[in-house]
């Protein structure tokens, strides 16, 4: 996909149809303008599947992943055949979150390889595998039920979430950032001062709340949760009692957050313009303020002493941070972040940027479009990984837990919704 106009049109069209999922959720009457954008929701899916597969890729150096989808087809069929010789490779599982006894579908893309891990299976069981925790973490979620359930209380579209301890925290478009007891599926807080939609949440590390807690007079045990929002304000919260202990203006809307446990910790921002900006985790003062694309940063993550940026122009840079605090004697701190490589769209190839999830040397990319990408940062090397039964689906959510890597799909062609896991222990080249 192209990173100019045609680019732009699918990110309106992906802007429309996210807005029209919101007013089928709605449980009140709908306006007539309302009304008129959800008979359009055809035409908008019917659309997006023109420019998603229409569009001419582009050919750049080392970018292998946009020849279509076939090489992404070779690909996996090349790991099946792997899969069916080696014991203990496992291809991906596919969770869906229906209540139990409701039937899930099997999606075509199951369907084709079936063939290959009824085999892998088989052969799977007749030699032990060396690597015990993965089997026995696949083990569990193949035995395991999942179940949807609702938490409701916010007003307007949830636009972030996180996980503490038993709970979970979920920023939204109403402005509000709320905290669920998961046990009893309740609502325990409602953090409101945000005077805009919050966009992104963060959760530093018991440590360094320990000691921003001593710091202001808390017990050393406490939790803090960090929102940002496009009101241009990152704001620290007492996750016990739902108190606000500081504000941060930051002089632009706030798009993505990240914090790095490095030295006495840091909160870095991402802006609607394309900065990214470093904030002292203890006194809340700027350490450093960077133009680091072209248009709003979407997705900030930390790998150890690495932050990774994505932009909705398609960009991706990787910064590291520097070791010293400053010269002996010297009054001025060198910046906190040193960059070490940019990979422009033209580049990389890649899109809008969604979602990053960062693992060594490599950095799985979701960019709204069928295929999750998975870069060598170091070498700008960009391959596909098949996320979707057909090239008409749309991937913007990526993370992983435990050598499981787990990415969001919505196939434009049959409407179906679905979380797709892969074994990258195993499946890494």
Request: charged share 25%; aromatic share 4%; with cysteine.
């Given at each position: ?38 008979s359009r929701k055809a035409e908008l899916r019917a659309r997006l599947i023109e420019l998603t597969t229409s569009t001419p890729q582009l050919e750049t150096q080392g970018f292998v992943g946009n ?340 990415s969001s799909g919505f196939d434009l062609e049959t409407g179906e919704a679905s979380l797709n896991c892969e074994d990258i222990i195993h499946n890494q080249n």
């Amino acid at each position: 996909m192209q990173s100019g106009p045609m680019s732009a049109e699918v990110r309106k069209v992906l802007k429309k149809l996210r807005q029209i999922a919101g007013l089928e959720v709605q449980n009140r009457e709908l306006s007539s303008e309302e009304r008129a954008k959800l008979s359009r929701k055809a035409e908008l899916r019917a659309r997006l599947i023109e420019l998603t597969t229409s569009t001419p890729q582009l050919e750049t150096q080392g970018f292998v992943g946009n020849k279509t989808e076939e090489r992404d087809k070779e690909r996996d069929q090349e790991r099946g055949r792997e899969n069916a010789k080696r014991p203990g490779r496992n291809q991906g599982l596919r969770v869906s979150g229906l209540p139990d006894g409701v039937p899930v579908k099997q999606s075509r893309l199951e369907q084709a390889g079936s063939t290959d891990v009824t085999t892998a299976t088989a052969k799977a069981t007749q030699a032990p595998t060396t690597d015990f925790g993965f089997q026995s973490l696949r083990e569990s979620w193949e035995k395991a039920k999942f179940r949807l359930r609702s938490l409701e209380g916010h007003s307007d579209i949830i636009t972030c979430v996180v996980v503490i301890d038993n709970c979970v925290v979920s920023g939204s478009r109403d402005t509000t950032v709320k905290v669920w007891h998961v046990p009893t599926a309740t609502e325990e807080r409602n953090l409101g001062g945000h005077t805009g939609g919050v966009t992104c949440l963060a959760i530093p590390p018991p440590e360094h709340c320990s000691t921003l807690a001593l710091c202001l007079g808390l017990s050393p045990s406490e939790r803090f949760i960090l929102s940002g929002s496009v009101d241009s304000c990152v704001r620290v919260w007492v996750l016990s009692s739902g108190q606000c202990v500081r504000s941060i203006y930051t002089f632009s809307g706030v798009s993505s957050l990240a914090f790095i446990p490095e030295r006495e910790g840091f909160i870095v921002t991402g802006s609607e313009g394309g900065k990214v900006e470093v904030w002292s985790w203890l006194s809340g003062e700027n350490c450093q303020s960077v133009r680091a694309h072209e248009d709003k940063v979407t997705d900030l993550k930390a790998h150890g002493p690495l932050l990774f940026s994505g932009s909705l122009d398609g960009g991706l840079s990787v910064w590291e941070m520097t070791t010293q605090s400053g010269a002996s004697g010297s009054e001025v701190s060198p910046p906190p972040l040193r960059h070490l490589t940019h990979r422009s769209p033209g580049q990389s190839g890649l899109a809008a940027v969604s979602q990053l999830s960062p693992r060594g040397e490599r950095v799985y990319v979701a960019d709204s479009r069928a295929s999750l990408r998975e870069m060598d940062w170091r070498k700008g090397f960009v391959s596909g990984l098949a996320n979707h039964s057909t090239v008409a689906g749309v991937t913007d959510c990526v993370t992983q837990t435990e050598g499981v890597l787990i990415s969001s799909g919505f196939d434009l062609e049959t409407g179906e919704a679905s979380l797709n896991c892969e074994d990258i222990i195993h499946n890494q080249n």
